[in-house]
Structures are given as structure tokens and as C-alpha cells.
């Protein structure tokens, strides 16, 4: 069974620390790991795709990257606009019409 | 690029009521939606697979006639959720994911609908 694991639950940080969200996945056969971040009463909004071990992916404020078991998001010196749930996802080979497995997601405060 | 709307945001109805949700691929065509339901400060869940033109494939657990699923083109599925009552109250989200471009392209969702069952 895929399984994607999301740490920490939450992360507080104050307006310049930088930091990082851990993604780790158990899949059989990796065609795609993708980050959202998703703020509150709205739908996750799409952020990257990484698709092979050693790949990263680069957005303003965020860095992504993966590997055989896990994807980091690097969030450098952030602003308190970057305060959302950013969730990870995983597209197995074994499924069909790309569906996705989603983490529990990890809940970002940014303190000014 | 890539939006998907969703309507309506938030609806509040009494028990027994049916209701219905659409999701539109608004600049791009959508062979495949998902519906996902989301649980306060849990991730999504995905209850079904909305292919066009063909019965939606259900998730384990996911009562086919009490979530009906039209994909009727190929840039509109509607959910309909028949006869509600207070433990349908959720956050229901759909996405579409744009086939046309290479390599694996990425679910884009709506806004989602706050569902409120008195």
C-alpha cells in the first residue's frame, strides 16, 4: 500500500527563519511527487512536480527536493504571507488516471 | 493556466435535501476529475474518479448512490449528494488534471464547497 508520511504536523517559525518540511513516501514505483500548499477554506494550489531522485525544483521563497524515500521543502527566510498547509502528494505507477496519495499535511506560521 | 472552478463555495440545507456541486476545467480539457473530501485539519480523501463519458470509479467506503457522479464533458463533472443529512456536512473538493502537455502534469482543484447539513 502507497503510504506518504508528512513531518512535523506543525511548524512555527519567526519572519527570516529558514527551514524545512520532510515528505516521506513508500511506493511501488514512482512516477511523480508533487507539493500544494493550501490555505484556509480554500483548495490546494499546485506548487512543484519532481519526478526522479536528485531532481529540485525552485519557486521565490521555496526549494524542493527528493530522493529514493523522501522530499524536503526548503522554505528560505520566510514571510508571514507563507503561512498555509503545504501538502505532499505521490503518483504510484501502480494506479491509473493519476491518482494521488496525499500526506496529512504540515501546517506553516510565520511570525513577523 | 490550468484553473478549475468549483460551485457553489458554501451551501446550507436541511436534512433530506440533495445537492448538487460543479466543476468546471475552464482552459483545458479534463478526460479524468477527482472528488476528494476533506475532514477539519485532515488531508484530502479521495471518494471517487470522474471519467468522461464513462461510471466514475468509487473508493472503498464511498456509497455509490449516495454520491452520484456525472463527468458528462470534458470540462464538467458535477457530484450530487442525494438526500444529505448532518454527517455529509464537509469540505468537498474536485481537481482535473490537464492530459494535453507532457510528462506528469499535475491536479489542479477548485476552491472547493463547504457543505452544511442542518
Known amino acids: 500500500e502507497d503510504q506518504v508520511t508528512q513531518s512535523p504536523e506543525a511548524l512555527r517559525l519567526q519572519e527570516g527563519e529558514s527551514s524545512s518540511l520532510n515528505c516521506s513516501y513508500t511506493v511501488s514505483g514512482l512516477r511523480g511527487l508533487f507539493w500544494y500548499r493550501q490555505d484556509p477554506g480554500k483548495g490546494p494550489e499546485f506548487l512543484f512536480t519532481l519526478y526522479s531522485a536528485g531532481e529540485e525544483k525552485e519557486k521565490e521563497r521555496l526549494k524542493a527536493t527528493l530522493t529514493k524515500k523522501e522530499s524536503f521543502l526548503h522554505i528560505t527566510a520566510p514571510k508571514p504571507e507563507d503561512s498555509a498547509t503545504y501538502l505532499c502528494a505521490v503518483h504510484a505507477g501502480g494506479t491509473s488516471y493519476g491518482k494521488l496519495t496525499f500526506g496529512q499535511g504540515t501546517i506553516l506560521t510565520v511570525h513577523p | 493556466g490550468a484553473v478549475v472552478s468549483q460551485h457553489p463555495s458554501r451551501v446550507i440545507c436541511k436534512s433530506g435535501t440533495s445537492v448538487k456541486i460543479e466543476c468546471r476545467s475552464l482552459d483545458f480539457q479534463a478526460t479524468t476529475m477527482f472528488w476528494y473530501r476533506q475532514f477539519p485539519k485532515q488531508s484530502l480523501m479521495l471518494m471517487a474518479t470522474?471519467?468522461?463519458?464513462?461510471?466514475?470509479?468509487?473508493e472503498q467506503g464511498v456509497e455509490k448512490d449516495k454520491f452520484l457522479i456525472n463527468h458528462a464533458s470534458l470540462t464538467l463533472s458535477t457530484l450530487t449528494v442525494t438526500s444529505a443529512h448532518p454527517e455529509d456536512s464537509s469540505f468537498y473538493i474536485c481537481?482535473?488534471?490537464?492530459?494535453?502537455?507532457?510528462?506528469?502534469?499535475?491536479?489542479?482543484f477548485g476552491d472547493g464547497t463547504r457543505l452544511s447539513i442542518l
Open positions: 470522474s471519467n468522461e463519458g464513462s461510471k466514475a470509479t468509487y
Open positions: 481537481s482535473a488534471r490537464d492530459y494535453s502537455g507532457s510528462g506528469n502534469q499535475p491536479q489542479h
